[in-house]
């Protein structure tokens, strides 16, 4: 039934069933090369919907509204606000507000610019076609083309939908909109059964593609969402799958989360058993929730990412998305196209050669003749032999030409000139050598009898087996100035070859092994052949000894697919939705990916990525797609870019590993107190006092400096270390805050008053002096800290010693403690720096030994 044929396949890929003969095509597609009628249109469209793949809608845009408040981190965050509100602490309660609203915006405009990057890829694609309808051709809307229709193809129509070739004429298509590959490719029907349904089969046209020259008819076998522009769509419009920074907010706040839970419950029930006012233990409780929440984190990290930004600009880096600067550093995998990105993304001439390969530059003159005096669309081949010859000389002139077709896959021009006309011919090798019966060797004309023709298709071989793209060149001295066909292409004289090549970057190399050294393994993912693919991947110093093609992937699951996308590190002749797969397959095996890409097939590589990275020369489709876009088309840029995220991310981690331990360490302390101590240990305002305080003494850790050791390698959320960190520092802390409850009771024997304001100052300083130990994975002492960074933290720590002695003290429940108290405070505090930097090495222990591990490895 034509409903079962003609139903979307919803995972976007050609079943192999359509690979078939014409005649079965047609009669699957119940219809014929004379097309269809009006009215069979008409119910297919109903059938099927109109041709036209649809972006996000408003059901998109409310799902990134809401997603953010399902975060448990920013779940901690409301409620910790509402508690601030309600204790009076209005200032926390707004930059907590604030930070939950920015999240929210973040992730709408982020709904948004996938939007942009979707109309702009729809605004590609042909407006109207040319459809033979009831047995006469209409111009007709692109969305009223359906299955089964008979197209009309000329030079400069954009592919209205995807069809198999019926009729076609010299026809050149460009595909970079699918393939990436700048060169257009030939086009021909196909009687027989397709071998395969993508680009690479030459009677096959896709949506979003373009006619160079030449015409065709065409039997549209897939419209709308269902081809494989729309399958570009439909990804470039998906939420991308979870990235390396989302994954680790969303476990980080699960951990503080399920902390809070079970100490606010634990302190509530305690106190409340011991018969304390219930309402003063709520609210105790309450602020001891906002004590161990993190809400700096968002600023912290802001700020952060900012500074980072800022760095990376000076380097040529524009970043369009704070967190993917997080994600930049942590990337252990890049996977890049090639052309446009490894390479320049144009052709140019390599060498000009005679038939045995040794240089010649009467094939680059002839070849130049042939180039310049052809008519009709010159391709990037001809451009690349004019760059590199310039004129001509004025007294050449063609007085005739055969044109080029698919059959020959040869042009030739006659040329007159001092009175003589010579037949000039170039092409495709294995076409121009079977016309060949002489060869020129230096200033002697040779015989091209077997032995010289294997010669010389021995060189071609060769050649392309090094990734060129070859063309042959000849000459023939002729009579007549004109009257020329195809039969006269005889007894020609083989001159030598051609070789192009789309060359590598300067640097890249260099570039390809820094990534390397610090832990990044390149991938590359491309639409071109195995052959050209390889030559540049040589060049670049990737491994070339095992290539996966795209056909090899096709029949591949998900956990086949896994494996390989480990072991392989070069796919050719992959289409975007394959390359999307690998993606998805490297990011499932726990790698966090990057992808650097600057084409419309490259768009939902871009997109879903933890990295997508564009250059400025990319398509407005790509930039749009991208978190990252390199103002020059260089990977040392990149390089740079990625140790800049590994900075803003050892210092966000800074920020993890001090706030957690010294947090949970003071509400371990509180709810320890509340078993023995008749009295709160802290006033509810003196807990908050004591929170800002410690956040604020952290806001100048994205200034910090960064040791060698976090830029060596990729970083990662570690939320089981962070965890180690809070269940081992944090009760290192709550020792000292009992020794301190013992000195301050049993032998100062302090009051409420005096007991609340030594541990305040006890408590103060050991959480912010803490960070010149916690900062680095030295020794202290050897790495300096930044100069903010000290300031401010000796500005808090002291200040948590003279608030008692101001005014305002009594405002806050304090009282000047006994001068003979502070020594014996500071020696606590020194003690406990000096535990902690012991303890700080046995838990970094494991991870600096697998480090270097890794490197000897």
């Known amino acids: 039934m034509i409903e079962s044929a003609l139903v979307p396949n919803q995972h976007h890929a050609p079943p192999a069933g359509e690979r078939l003969e014409l005649a079965a095509d047609l009669s699957r597609l119940e219809t014929t090369a004379a097309g269809l009628t009006s009215s069979e249109a ?90 033979l309808r009831d047995g006469t051709w209409a111009e007709l809307p692109r969305s009223e083309v359906v299955p089964g229709d008979v197209i009309r193809l000329g030079a400069g129509d954009l592919v209205p939908a995807d069809a198999r070739l019926l009729e076609a004429r010299d026809l050149h298509v460009q595909q970079g909109a699918l393939t990436g590959e700048s060169l257009p490719v030939e086009k021909a029907p196909l009687i027989k059964a397709l071998d395969t349904n993508g680009p690479d089969c030459p009677a096959l046209v896709f949506l979003g593609t373009s006619v160079i020259s030449g015409t065709a008819t065409a039997l549209v076998r897939r419209t709308g969402a269902d081809t494989a522009f729309g399958d570009v769509l439909a990804r470039l419009g998906a939420r991308p799958d979870e990235t390396e920074f989302e994954r680790g907010m969303r476990h980080f706040g699960l951990l503080i989360l399920k902390t809070v839970f079970f100490l606010v419950l634990f302190i509530l029930v305690v106190n409340v058993s011991l018969g304390r006012n219930a309402l003063e233990s709520l609210l105790f409780s309450v602020a001891l929730a906002v004590g161990l929440t993190p809400e700096f984190l968002p600023i912290i990290t802001s700020v952060t990412l900012s500074e980072g930004a800022v760095r990376m600009a000076r380097e040529k880096v524009i970043v369009k998305h704070l967190s993917a600067i997080q994600n930049l550093g942590s990337i252990d995998i890049l996977c890049s196209d090639k052309t446009g990105t490894l390479t320049s993304g144009s052709m140019t001439l390599d060498g000009s050669l005679d038939t045995l390969g040794a240089p010649c530059e009467r094939t680059l003159s002839l070849a130049a003749l042939n180039s310049c005096l052809e008519t009709g669309i010159k391709s990037p081949l001809d451009a690349a032999v004019l760059a590199r010859s310039g004129p001509i000389a004025k007294d050449q002139i063609k007085t005739d030409e055969i044109p080029f077709d698919f059959e020959r896959r040869r042009l030739s021009v006659v040329v007159a000139a001092a009175g003589e006309h010579t037949l000039v011919t170039k092409g495709a090798p294995e076409s121009v050598l079977a016309v060949c019966t002489r060869f020129r060797a230096g200033e002697r004309i040779e015989p091209f009898d ?34 020329y066909g195809v039969a006269d292409e005889r007894d020609l004289t083989l001159v030598g070859f051609l070789t192009f090549a789309d060359h590598l970057l300067e640097g890249a190399a260099e570039s390809i092994a820094n990534l390397r050294r610090d832990g990044v393994r390149v991938k590359i993912l491309t639409g071109d052949n195995e052959l050209v693919t390889a030559h540049v991947c040589r060049e670049a ?13 096709e029949g591949l699951d998900t956990p086949a697919l896994a494996k390989v996308a480990e072991t392989h590190d070069v796919f050719a002749r992959v289409s975007p939705a394959e390359k999307h797969r690998i993606i998805r397959a490297l990011k499932a095996n726990g790698h966090t990916v990057g992808f650097l890409g600057d084409g419309i097939n490259d768009a939902p590589s871009l997109h879903g990525a933890d990295v997508g990275i564009s250059v400025a020369g990319a398509v407005d489709v790509a930039r749009e797609a ?107 802390s709550s020792v000292y805050d009992f020794l301190t409850f013992f000195l301050l009771l049993k032998v100062f024997h302090l009051n409420e008053a005096a007991f609340r304001t030594g541990w305040f100052v006890e408590s103060l300083a050991t959480q912010t002096l803490v960070l010149f130990v916690i900062r680095t994975a030295g020794r202290p002492w050897k790495s300096r800290p930044s100069r903010a960074l000290a300031v401010t933290t000796l500005t808090i720590a002291a200040t948590a010693v003279v608030v008692p002695y101001l005014p305002i003290a009594r405002a806050f429940g304090f009282e000047p403690l006994p001068s003979v108290l502070l020594p014996l405070l500071l020696a606590i505090v020194v003690t406990y720096l000096g535990l902690v930097e012991v303890v700080k090495h046995r838990l970094l222990r494991p991870r600096i030994e697998q480090r270097a591990s890794a490197q000897r490895a």
């Open 42 to 131: 008409k119910r297919r469209r109903a059938l099927l919907g109109e041709n036209q793949a649809k972006g996000p809608g408003w059901a998109s845009r409310f799902v990134a509204f809401v997603r953010p408040l399902t975060s448990p981190l920013i779940a901690i965050l409301l409620v910790a606000g509402a508690a601030s509100a309600f204790l009076g602490q209005r200032a926390d309660a707004a930059i907590i507000g604030a930070m939950v609203f920015l999240s929210t915006l973040l992730d709408v405009w982020q709904t948004k610019r996938s939007e942009r990057a979707v109309r702009r890829l729809q605004a590609t694609v042909a407006p109207t076609a040319a459809v």
């Open 450 to 483: 077997a032995e010289s023709n294997q010669r010389a298709l021995a060189t071609f071989h060769r050649l392309s087996a090094e990734g060129f793209r070859v063309l042959a060149v000849t000459e023939r001295s002729v009579e007549r100035p004109d009257g």
């Open 541 to 553: 110093g990737i491994d070339v000894t095992r290539i996966l093609l795209g056909t090899e992937l």
């Open 626 to 732: 991208a978190d990252i876009v390199l103002l020059e088309n260089r990977l040392d840029v990149l390089h740079a870019g990625i140790m800049a995220g590994r900075r803003s991310f050892a210092n966000v981690l800074k920020y993890l590993f001090m706030g957690t331990s010294s947090n949970f360490g003071n509400m371990f302390s509180m709810a320890g107190a509340t078993l023995f101590l008749p009295f709160l240990p802290m006033l509810p305002t003196q807990l908050l006092l004591n929170n800002f305080l410690y956040d604020l003494s952290q806001i100048t850790i994205p200034t910090d400096n960064v040791d060698a050791a976090y830029l060596d390698e990729p970083q990662h959320w570690d939320v089981k270390l962070i965890r180690r960190f809070m269940l081992v520092l944090g009760p290192i």
